[in-house]
C-alpha cells in the first residue's frame, strides 16, 4: 500500500500530470511522468499555470495515481490490476526525485498480462519517461 503523501487523489492532479508530463507506452501500460523544474528567480513568468505552482508538488515525496477503465475488464479484474500495479510502483517511486508524480494508465492488455510482464512493461516505459529526449530526425 502506497502512504497517503504518495497517492494522488484530485483529478487536477492527474491532469497535471498528464497534460505536463513526459508519455511513454510499453506493452500493457503508458506512463505520464512529471518530474519538478527549478525555478529560476531571475525569470518573471513561469510555462506553468498559477495555480499548478505551489510547495505540495515541489519538495514532497514521489506520488503515484493509476488509471484502470472499465475497457480492462470488470470491477474484479480491474482492482487485481490495479493491486498488482500499485504494489510494482511502490518500489520504484523512491527512485524518482522528489516533487515528481506518476501516472500509470492500465490498457486491456493487462487484465490478461502476467505479473512479471506487468513489472517488465512498468520499467521500461518508467526508464523511456526519465530518459533525455533526443533530437528527432526527419
Known amino acids: 500500500m502506497l502512504a497517503a503523501a504518495q497517492r494522488l487523489r ?24 512529471s518530474m ?8 518573471a513568468t513561469s510555462p ?10 515541489t519538495s514532497g515525496p514521489a506520488r503515484a495515481g493509476f488509471v484502470v477503465s472499465k475497457a480492462v475488464g ?13 504494489h510494482l510502483v511502490r518500489d520504484r517511486l523512491a527512485a524518482l526525485p522528489d516533487g515528481s508524480t506518476l501516472v500509470v494508465r492500465a490498457l486491456p492488455a493487462a487484465a490478461d498480462a502476467s505479473y512479471p510482464r506487468l513489472d517488465a512493461d512498468l520499467d521500461a516505459a518508467i526508464a523511456a519517461a526519465t530518459a533525455p529526449r533526443g533530437r528527432r530526425s526527419r
Open 74 to 86: 470488470n470491477a474484479v479484474v480491474r482492482n487485481r490490476v490495479r493491486r498488482r500495479l500499485r
Open 36 to 43: 519538478p523544474t527549478a525555478l529560476d528567480p531571475t525569470t
Open 48 to 57: 506553468e499555470p498559477a495555480r499548478s505552482i505551489g510547495t505540495e508538488h
Open 10 to 33: 484530485r483529478s487536477t492532479d492527474f491532469a497535471a500530470a498528464v497534460r505536463g508530463g513526459r508519455r511513454a507506452g510499453r506493452g500493457a501500460v503508458v506512463v505520464h511522468l
